[in-house]
């Protein structure tokens, strides 16, 4: 499976960016799709994940209210809407993809099998 990121850019803080991540190869196999971030000097940290059914999905504290995420399998997408961003909430954002579904293990980055390149997302005060 690969994947690709991308709708990275400069934001105002207050403004929103939306995230998009394709996916191509063998993406049959009912992949969760999830969001990490990582920060210059900072670990990578979870984000936002869904599962393949989109009826699960799961967001990390600091961006409940305010980020979205969203997939098309008929597309091979997951989206991921990011509003009202903070400057705490640069980073290089990347999508990643596993199969199953589990919310012990979702926030956990390791667990991962495929990951994109990430794009940058700059938020200025």
């Known amino acids: 499976v690969q994947l690709q990121a991308s709708g990275g850019g400069l934001v105002q803080a207050g403004g929103y960016l939306r995230l998009s991540c394709a996916a191509s190869?063998?993406?049959?196999?009912?992949?969760?799709m999830s969001w990490f971030r990582q920060a210059p000097g900072k670990e990578r940290e979870f984000v936002a994940a869904?599962?393949?059914?989109?009826?699960?999905?799961y967001l990390t504290d600091s961006v409940k209210g305010r980020f979205t995420i969203s997939r098309d399998n008929t597309k091979n997408m997951v989206y991921l809407q990011l509003n009202s961003l903070k400057p705490e909430d640069a980073a290089v954002y990347y999508c990643a993809a596993t199969p199953g579904y589990g919310y012990e293990w979702v926030r956990i980055a390791r667990v991962y099998n495929y990951w994109g390149q990430g794009t940058q997302v700059t938020v200025s005060s």
């Open positions: 190869g063998r993406t049959n196999n009912r992949l969760t």
């Open positions: 869904m599962s393949w059914s989109g009826e699960s999905t």
